[in-house]
């Protein structure tokens, strides 16, 4: 596996600020209003379990990070490499002059042996 680009390893930054953000963000206190106390106790029926309310909580956060580190990703544009060759067609151009036909074994028949290679390189996918 490699990198295409290394120039973009530097946005690897982003999701440690976020991070950083969540750890120092202004905490707020809860305050009783009047005019909110009826919906309060409606939400809380609709959020009973505990568990559920923190997954709330923090799923905004979950979210920006792993779109933050999908980000960086592609930005790497990381690749495979394999020995298989990619594309859909392969065009193989062949000279059938009398220099291609010249010694033994010919550079003709040399190249139609490197030419199987690739198809079966290709692996039928042509």
């Known amino acids: 596996m490699g990198i295409a680009n290394w120039i973009w390893i530097w ?3 982003m999701p440690v600020a976020v991070i ?3 750890f ?3 905490k707020y206190q ?3 209003v009047s005019s909110v106390l009826f919906w309060q106790e409606m939400m809380k029926e609709i959020q009973a379990s505990p568990y559920l309310k923190k997954l709330q909580h923090h799923l905004l956060f979950y979210l920006q990070l792993a779109a933050l580190i999908l ?3 592609g930005l790497l544009q990381p690749y495979i490499e394999s020995e298989t060759v990619q594309g859909n067609e392969l065009i193989f151009i062949v000279d059938t002059s009398a220099t291609m036909l010249a ?3 010919s550079r003709f028949d040399q190249q139609k ?3 199987s290679e ?3 390189q290709a692996g039928g996918n042509l």
Do not use: E, H, Q
């Open 30 to 32: 809860n305050k009783n």
């Open 71 to 73: 980000c960086v990703f």
């Open 11 to 13: 946005t690897a930054i």
């Open 24 to 26: 120092f963000r202004k």
């Open 103 to 105: 010694g033994s074994p």
């Open 113 to 115: 042996i490197k030419m």
């Open 118 to 120: 690739l198809v079966d």
């Open 20 to 22: 950083l953000y969540y």
